[in-house]
């Protein structure tokens, strides 16, 4: 049995959500860089250049990235040989407020959903899992809401054609269309239930995301790291086919209308076929660390 | 590229025309939804608002917390679309311009025409590198609001790009419709 207090975890989650918004995922980076060098479209390249340059602004001086700090989500896989001691929710609802405080992060979250009372920074969304093993990782995942807005749940028939499914997750993103922040990165839960399939879209977001120059067009050049080649295959198709809608940075046209496709899947009931879309604009923001 | 001044007339308006980049020094105002709200329930009540708009830009962002030492923090545009059903109310009685990212409703589009209004597009998730424009931050309106509430921003040559322009000239015609 390993002890562990949650007054560490605390400050660990606050390091986390700075961390998380202020520096830029590397695979963003490079796969923003990647697009750039290929996006033929002078508007295009200009505005993926005020997104690099921004990138670099908020790491110098310590700013957001985006000043949608997003709804704090924290994945916690926790090895079963771990005991914490004090309240575990709570140090990481008091990490969050303490690391949004800090950082100077927006506080975007209404207690009440419908009254809409004065925004703070708590609660965050927990997701906790058990793991084997006597290790802790956690993530932290502030998601904007212009993307988030455009997330898309279809319950399949278990009957559907690839190209009804491909057409779903083309369609949501022609809706999302400029307004949620091209290029995107698209998060695909395929499986599951209803809500486990909306799970796995988000997660889908926290897989990286892989440059890989040997194969055609800028979308298809950037690989996901999904070993299912089957699910890769469709990975790579619905970019090249996302890539020649002709969106582009800040939907004003370009090559470049998303980073990259990711997929996680999850078995399913004989009935059905739920497929869950979950859009991150091009500020996809995450930190991790293992304890 | 286009330089402009705040506050904006009739005239400056209409020469600008989809597509053109502009950058603009002077004074905007920071307004986003619940803003939106209150200030077109005021005006149907008829009621005095807290700011004069004759001649305004809004700008549809909520700024994160200022650090100290600095004038803002980051400061990006958030989705226009969700001010749609208020902004025609608004253009109605003097607001001059509009800033923000993504798609507007035809009601805005022929608002615009209407009332020689424009809607700018400003580079949307890049909050750090615009903060770098902007000079100073002031509240004006609904504080309890926190980033929600109205404030006054002094800006220098801001960065944008003409969506809409007064003659109805919508950038993402076409593309996106
Ligand atoms: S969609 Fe993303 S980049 Fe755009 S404003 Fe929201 S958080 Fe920022």
Redesign the pocket.
Known sequence: MRWMKSEQIKEIVARLCIEANIRLREDILKALNFAYNQEKNLRAKRILEAIIENAKVSREKNLAI???T?FPTVYMDIGQKIKIEGDLKRAVNKGVELGYREGFLRNSIVSDPLKRNKPGWKPAIIHIDLVRGDKIKITVLPK????ENKTRLKMFNPTASQREIKDFILETVKIAGPD??PPYVVGIGIGGTADYACLLAKKALLKKIKNHPDTEGVGTKIKTTNQNSKIYKLEKELLSEINKLNIGPMGLGGRTSALAVNIETYPTHIAGLPIAVNLS???LRMATRVL | MKKIKTPLDGKQITKLKAGNTVLLTGIIYTARDQAHKRLVRAINQKKKLPLDLKGQVFYYCGPTITPKGEPIGSC???TSSRMDIFSPAILRIGLKAMIG?GRRSEEVIEACKRYEAVYFLTY??C?ALLSQYVMAKRLIAYGDLGPEAIYELKVRDFPLIVGIDSHGKDIYERRCR
């Open positions: 985006c000043q949608d997003g904007g809401f212009g993307c949620a922040c604009c091009h500020a | 990006g545009p958030t990212k949307a998730g909050a």
